[in-house]
Each structure stands twice: as C-alpha cells, then as structure tokens.
C-alpha cells in the first residue's frame, strides 16, 4: 500500500517551510530482520550451563598474548560491569570481579557451524535472504516457501526452529524496509520481536538514540551530537538541505530513512558479481602523488564494503579515465583471495605501472573485485585480533 504524507514545520519568524520530502512511501513488502542474541557467549553457555550464572566474556586470553586481544561479546551478566565487543580484553578483566569472570577462547568452528544451521533455516523460509554476519540476516519474506501471509507467524517459526534446532534465542524486527527490521530487532534483547507497522515507523524512530540508527557511523554521530542531535525525533526536525549540506550523499540516504523511507533491497549474496568504488575528481589527477594517494583512499573503501559483506575476491579490475573521457580498464587475477587494504592498494599501483600512462590528466579512478566468494569468519576475526588495542 502506498501513501502520501507532509510534514510543515513553522519557523521562529512565522513563516512556513516545506521539508522536501511528500514522497511515497511504498509498504508493500515484508522484511524480517533475524539476530542471535549474544551470538558467541550463548553458544559457550549452552556447551556450558555453568557460565550462565557468571559473567562470560569471549575473548583471546590477553595475559597469553601479550595484553593483546580484544572482546568479541559478552553475556549479559558481564555487559553489566561495562564490557562489550571490541573492547580491550585486558579492560574487560579490569572491570570484572576474578570471582565472577570466565574468560573463554573464541571457537570459530563452532559459531560457524550454528551460523550455518540458522542459515538453512532461513533458505527454508525464503531464497531472498542477505546474511549481513554470523549471526544476522534479512529476509524478505513478501513471498516465501511456507506460502504464509502472516509475517509475525513467519518470524514465530523462525525463533521458534532456531530454539529447537540449535538451543539459542534470537530476537526479531519485522516491517517494511530494512532499517526499519534492523532496528526493531535490537528494539527488545533478548528473545524479542518487534513489529514496526508503517503508521507508527515515525514515531518509533523518534524515541530512538542516534547511535542505533543503521548507517551512522562515529564521525557523524559526533557531529551530530555537536548539533546538539540525540535521537531520532531530533534527526526527523532536520531538514533535507540540512542534512545533504553536512553529511552529502549519506546525508541524503539518512534523510530519507530517518522519515520512512530506505528501498534497499534485501540482497542475497550468492548473486553479488562484484564490488566497487569509483571516484571522480573535479580536477584532473596530474602527479603520481595525487594518483597514489586517490588509489589508497579507493582500496580502503572497497576493503571495507567487502569486509562489511564478508566477501573476499580473486580479480582485481582497475579503471582510469582521462580527461578526453577515454575510459581504460585492466585486470589481474590471483591464487588467493584478496581482501585486505594494503593488498588492494599494492595491485591497483601494479595495474596502473602496467598501464604506462604518459600524458596523465585522470578524471576518474576506481577499483573493482569481482570473482567473489564469502570470507570465512575465522579470517575476519584474525583480522580484528590482529588490530592494535587502545
Ligand atoms: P552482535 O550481533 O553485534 O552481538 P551479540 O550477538 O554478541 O549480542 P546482541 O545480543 O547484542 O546481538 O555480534 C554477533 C557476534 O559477532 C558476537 O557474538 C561476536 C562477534 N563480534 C565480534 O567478534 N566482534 C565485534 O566487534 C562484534 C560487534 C561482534
Ligand atoms: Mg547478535
């Protein structure tokens, strides 16, 4: 069903603004957000009732390495003292009484085989799901195998199988677009299910911190809050130029989920072909200095939007067009999987030497992965081991 709605605010001087955005709002799908709650501690509570009583953080011993080692969760007896993921193992060992502290060396083969059990379960439901981590999917249920029109009962029967099969709850989000599902799961932790209709999305949005908002990151929570912006009802007074003139083209995307709106759809990765970034430069790149430096700034980018969909590729692709708008692309293909910044930068730098170009007037730079395939999880995690604590 679609509708038409306005929002008019009055400004101090009595003159009347229209927000930009009498847009449709299309409510026509159905969008379960799924999220185990305290995916790697529940796992290591149910191999161990004991640890349920205790406060569990899962982590790399941090006196075995060195005080290295960061927290990948916590039950939540131990969320209680202060420590959560990502956080310093040695600071969780600080904050946690020794009586009441279990520490537990993460099992990746294990949360790996449960994310693969609750992910059969989901391809039992639906072929449109989009699986965002181990313990996270959307579904787009509008049309699913269990022929079912009632999306609460779809979401039921999912927590429900999850219990059963693997012993461990979950909490769900159900409305009509994904950011909507997403924060509605983490709305009630844990076991819960929270259905966001599309006449109350506003309203639900509005009592919300900004720092649950899907899509705003440290950077712009900060400047956020240096605009004296907290939560959702302080996002929705904004006005559309003000969030493209402060945060550009995220800015705009905000906008329109913070008022209802977010189309993406739930995409299920066994049909991503590739993943890129391209930038193009109002003035042309002349010194290998500025190209080097647009080429670093791009493998970041697209490190993180592959480490975001945990995805790895073979085959690099790099594109440069000049200012006569003459378009070159160049591949390489490898062994192994690359994902990493440093990898994607020192390949794109190997293509573009192999391109030779003489006359550089560059307008546009981008990288691109293709022959993708999913990253295990035992590599993010390296990763994440391997970052220097602060
Ligand atoms: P989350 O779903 O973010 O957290 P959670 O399931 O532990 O807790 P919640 O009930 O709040 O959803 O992450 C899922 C798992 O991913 C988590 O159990 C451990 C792992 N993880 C890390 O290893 N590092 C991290 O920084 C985060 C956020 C998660
Ligand atoms: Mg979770």
């Not at 042309?284 to 969909?309: C, G, P, Y």
Request: proline fraction near 3%; aromatic fraction near 10%.
């Amino acid at each position: 069903m679609i509708y038409y709605w306005h929002k008019i605010i009055i400004n101090g001087c009595g003159n009347i603004t229209f927000l930009k955005i009498p847009t449709k709002i299309d409510s026509s799908r159905k969008v379960i957000h799924v999220d185990m709650d305290a995916f790697f501690a529940s796992v290591e509570e149910r191999e161990n009732p004991q640890y349920k009583k205790k406060a569990l953080v899962v982590a790399p011993d941090p006196r075995k390495h060195n005080h290295h080692g960061v927290v990948t969760t916590a039950n939540y007896n131990a969320r209680k003292y202060g420590v959560h993921s990502a956080m310093p193992a040695q600071k969780a060992l600080d904050l946690i009484p020794s009586s009441e502290l279990v520490l537990k060396d993460p099992n990746f083969t294990l949360y790996q085989e449960v994310s693969q059990q609750i992910h059969d379960i989901f391809s039992d439901v639906t072929d449109v799901y989009e699986s965002v981590a181990l313990d996270e999917a959307y579904l787009d249920v509008t049309e699913n195998k269990l022929d079912e029109t009632n999306t609460i009962k779809i979401a039921n029967y999912i927590q429900q199988r999850i219990l059963k099969e693997t012993g461990l709850t979950s909490s769900v989000g159900i409305s009509y677009n994904k950011f909507l599902a997403k924060i509605a799961s983490g709305y009630r932790k844990p076991f819960g299910r929270t259905i966001v209709l599309k006449e109350y999305a506003l309203e639900f949005m509005s009592n919300i911190p900004i720092e649950k908002f899907n899509g705003i990151g440290k950077v712009m929570q900060e400047k956020l809050h240096s605009m004296d912006v907290y939560t959702g009802a302080d996002l929705q007074d904004l006005s559309q130029d003000t969030f493209l003139n402060t945060f550009g083209k995220m800015g705009y995307i905000m906008y329109r989920r913070i008022n209802g709106i977010d189309e993406a759809p739930v995409n299920n990765l066994r049909e991503r072909k590739s993943i890129g970034r391209e930038r193009t430069f109002t003035q042309n790149l002349v010194t290998d200095e500025q190209i080097f430096k647009e080429l670093k700034r791009i493998s970041e980018m697209v490190s993180a939007d592959l480490s975001k969909k945990r995805l790895h590729g073979k085959t690099i692709v790099l594109k440069v067009r000049d200012d006569q708008f003459e378009t070159t692309t160049k591949r390489m293909t490898f062994q192994d999987y690359i994902y990493e910044q440093d990898d994607i930068y020192r390949i794109a730098l190997d293509i573009y030497d192999k391109l030779d170009i003489v006359d550089k007037k560059i307008r546009l730079l981008g990288i691109t992965l293709t022959n993708l395939d999913s990253l295990s999880f035992e590599e993010l995690s390296l990763n994440l081991f391997s970052k220097e604590d602060n």
